[in-house]
Antibody
């Protein structure tokens, strides 16, 4: 079955970076987009953007340009998101999701990022 | 950005029918989708393109609407349906509604 396994919780200091991973299994990694979504505690969902592992193409929503960078390693079927210049407003859960038929039909379990000095 | 507006919360009793609404600030054709998120879990796709039931989702869930007004219906509601329900459009970039928290009395 389709599974997306995300890396664990991160605690980082302001101004630093964290790199989250999302390992896919159960489907052809290079044939589907991987989306990234942010959720602050008790709040809604924000779409960050996507990467298409088939050709490495990326797209970032306006708000996250310069904040997030997506990469993918097709040899390990793993997508990555680098979050840079961290501030307390970046403290949140981050989800990866597979885009199938234009919707996010499978989600990772989420990874918590806490930014604190 | 296309803003999606949802009611913040609803409370219903088991066995009842509940409708959760989502209004878009501009037309999104039929590119509206619904997700269920239980506390501490990732979202789960319920309905795609307004009215299509995702794989493995019980037929108690259904979706309707087009343009700017959309509805997710659960009939009958069960205790396990306690969750927050988000709508999401993919017609104009991608945005989510703020979510409707459903409480089962």
């Amino acid at each position: 079955q389709v599974q997306l396994q995300q890396s664990g919780a991160e605690l980082a200091k302001p101004g630093t970076s964290v790199k989250l991973s999302c390992k896919a299994s159960g489907y052809t990694f290079t044939s589907y987009y991987i989306y990234w979504v942010k959720q602050r505690p008790g709040q809604g969902l924000e779409w960050i953007g996507y990467i298409y592992p088939g050709n490495g193409g990326t797209y970032y929503s306006e708000k996250f340009k310069g904040k997030a960078t997506f990469t993918a390693d097709t040899s390990s079927s793993t997508a990555y998101m680098l979050l840079g210049s961290l501030t307390p407003e970046d403290s949140a859960y981050y989800f990866c999701a597979r885009q199938g038929f234009g919707v996010m039909d499978a989600w990772g379990q989420g990874a918590s990022v806490t930014v604190s000095s | 950005d296309t803003v999606l507006t949802q009611s913040p919360a609803l409370a219903v009793s088991p066995g009842e029918r509940v409708s959760i609404s989502c209004r878009a600030s501009e037309g999104v054709n039929s590119y509206m989708h619904w997700y269920q998120q239980k506390p501490g879990q990732q979202p789960k796709l319920l309905i795609y393109k307004a009215s299509n039931l995702a794989s493995g989702v019980p037929a108690r869930f259904s979706g309707s609407g087009s343009g700017t007004d959309f509805t997710l219906t659960i009939d009958p509601v069960e205790a396990d349906d306690t969750a927050t329900y988000f709508c999401q459009q993919s017609w104009n970039e991608l945005t989510f509604g703020s979510g409707t928290k459903l409480e089962i009395k």
